[in-house]
């Protein structure tokens, strides 16, 4: 719906959650976005190993998870914007350099933190 046509009338009446792809709605008439389907594996699988957790426990935990694979996501992205910039610019060879130099900066950097953590 363009926003043209938007009125109070079309607020009120219309059903926003048919066309929200995040919605439980959207997910039973097969036009969602995976994002049920990925709860339930994660519920299914964190009551397999954790037969006693309660169900907040179980969302927590998602979330959790959820977060550190979705930032996780980002930052790899953002390197590899940063490489394919450093390519096209540069040439393949600075592409490479980057690429090596940024890997030893991360396991240099998570030894000294896993170091301070034991």
């Known amino acids: 719906m363009s926003t043209d046509k938007v009125t109070n009338l079309t607020i009120f009446t219309t059903d926003w959650a048919k066309e929200d792809r995040r919605s439980v709605k959207a997910y039973l008439n097969s036009k969602g976005d995976g994002r049920v389907l990925w709860w339930s594996i994660n519920r299914f699988i964190h009551q397999h190993f954790r037969p006693k957790a309660s169900l907040e426990k179980i969302m927590v935990c998602f ?18 914007q940063e490489v394919a910039k450093a390519i096209q ?22 030894g000294s933190t896993y170091s301070q953590l034991s």
């Open 63 to 80: 979330h959790s998870r959820h977060q550190t694979l979705t930032v996780s996501n980002l930052e790899y992205r953002a390197y590899v």
């Open 89 to 110: 610019s540069e040439g393949v060879v600075a592409g490479i350099q980057l690429a090596i130099s940024s890997a030893r900066k991360t396991r240099l950097s998570e």
